[in-house]
């Protein structure tokens, strides 16, 4: 078998292999990637203090008996950022 016969034969298998190889492609399934319920993040609030007095929690004018109840009542590992910085829960 002379080389260009022998590279002519391969090259036909190959391609006669790849296209006997497309309808099955074609009919196969999407995978299916099951991944785990991402978690819940959320933003860290931000509690801001301005210099007339007022509170405010997430950039929304806010009670500071309201405030107060809010984060007091936060989940346990909430974030709570504060202007000017501020520990949360106040040391008692």
Do not use: Q
């Amino acid at each position: 078998m002379s080389p260009p016969l022998f590279a002519l034969t391969g090259l036909t298998l190959v391609l006669l292999t790849a296209v006997a190889t497309v309808p099955e492609l074609l009919r196969a399934n999407e995978p299916r990637v099951n991944l785990p319920p991402a978690k819940e993040t959320r933003a860290p609030w931000v509690v801001v203090r301005s210099g007339g007095g007022r509170w405010f929690l997430n950039g929304s004018p806010i009670e500071a008996g309201a405030l107060v109840a809010n984060l007091n009542t936060a989940p346990p590992g909430e974030r709570c950022a504060s202007w000017p910085p501020r520990p949360w829960p106040p040391a008692r």
